[in-house]
């Protein structure tokens, strides 16, 4: 759960970042940002918020800020009826970033938000640089973490049905709650 001055101060911040990585964005449309806290009401460490441009029943076009070292959970996109899953490519654009995939434990950078080993299981670290970018097929798992400045990353993929994603940490909902 987040509070709505927290949701509007997260929309700020995000728009402020976006528009520091040249991404336009207009004032009308930074209410449209989602802050997701997953369920878990610590923001600051396990979030995202997402600017979505585009969303129909076959492709998605979207900009996700990370915060300074902020935490996008452990998941994977699975098969949702005829669809065989979310096929997603992030793009970095500005700022600091690492994905944890699978692979030999390389992790150096980033950390494990405390605490929490046994839901970010992934150890794998690929670090990106402004231009780098990966794909990740249907039920590839990933996490993902802001360095020290954050992040700002563009995410392509097939339609989103994000309260369909799974997570490792059983704890986590998909739909944030918005105190009012
Ligand atoms: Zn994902």
Known sequence: MISKSEQREAQQRAARMMRNAGIQIMDDEIEKIE???FGLSQLSREGVQVFTMVNTDRLAAKVLVLFPNQT?????????GNDPGKQETIRHIWGDVRFYVDGPDTLKEGFVVPG??????????????????LTFEPYE?????????????????????????????????????VEE
Not at 72 to 80: D, F, I, M, Q
Not at 116 to 124: F, G, I, S, T, W
């Open 35 to 37: 802050v997701v806290d």
């Open 72 to 80: 996008e959970p452990e998941h994977w996109h699975p098969k949702v």
């Open 116 to 133: 929490k080993d046994e839901v970010y299981r992934l150890r794998h670290e690929i670090v990106l640089k402004p231009g780098d970018q």
């Open 141 to 177: 798992k990933h996490w993902f973490q802001g360095g020290p400045r954050g992040a700002v990353l563009y995410s392509f993929s097939t339609t989103v049905r994000d309260g369909l994603d799974g997570f490792t940490d059983p704890v986590i909902q998909r739909v944030t709650v």
